[in-house]
């Protein structure tokens, strides 16, 4: 006899334990995520070791000189640091500044101050007390003659100096450069450069020799292969208290000299 009764379904999986196909789906999900991290590390580890990797780019980062650096408005290649004679202020006697030479080009396209509000204002010296102080004055010599300013593309041979004291002679010195913007003020909308001075970022940091002071002239070589002054010793004798200069020979015998004797003479009668 059949039964005519419904057949009961097929008995279901429990349903904490998911199925082969749902099993392989979670797998391959598992292995996407993975994957996409690897991609993500491969690309950034390279673009991280070109750029210095995770560590804060410093703010005062070393520079050897005679480089050129770009501080936006100038280039300037530090040349060398010297203890040096100058007249001081108001037309003074000489005293001793520290100065420091450079090349100077302006890259803007307007003519531009060497001191106060110009170069000299992204120029800085570090002191024994750790601050940073702009030279007293700047100097410039631009085709042979001296200037005060720096015209756009024309190279300058510039000096930053700085007053010493009666006891300061420094060995090294500290020089910073820093970089200026091309930007509009809070006020208005005109465009203009400018340098923050309260800023520590630094385009450059430079550590230099200081050539001492020098006051007697280099001694020169003489023939003899000794060493000889620069400036002669010898005076020039004066006029009147010298021996009498004396007329070099020709060759010929001196005329003789004859002494006439005086003739007695007749008084009349």
Known sequence: MHSYAPVPPPPTEPSGEPSGEQTQRASARRWVVPLCVVCAVAVLVPVLWVTGGFEEAPKQPAAPPGRS????????????????????????????????????????????????????????????????????????????????????ELPVEASAMWKLGQSDAPRKLTVGLRKWTYDHGFTDSTFSWSVDREDETLVGRLTLAVAALSVNPAPQPSVGGGLQPSIRSNPRPSLGTGPRATRPSTGRPAPRVTKRTPRPTVSPR
């Open 69 to 152: 650096l770009d501080l936006g408005l100038f280039a300037v290649t530090v040349r060398d640091a010297r203890i040096g004679l100058e007249t001081g202020d108001f037309g003074s006697k000489k005293e001793p500044f520290l100065i420091v030479r450079m090349r100077v080009v302006n890259q803007g396209k307007e003519t531009e101050s060497l001191d106060t509000g110009g170069l000299a204002d992204g120029v800085a010296a570090l002191t024994k007390d750790g601050k940073w102080v702009k030279p007293e004055r700047v100097e410039g010599v631009a085709g042979g003659a001296e200037t005060s300013v720096a015209q756009p």
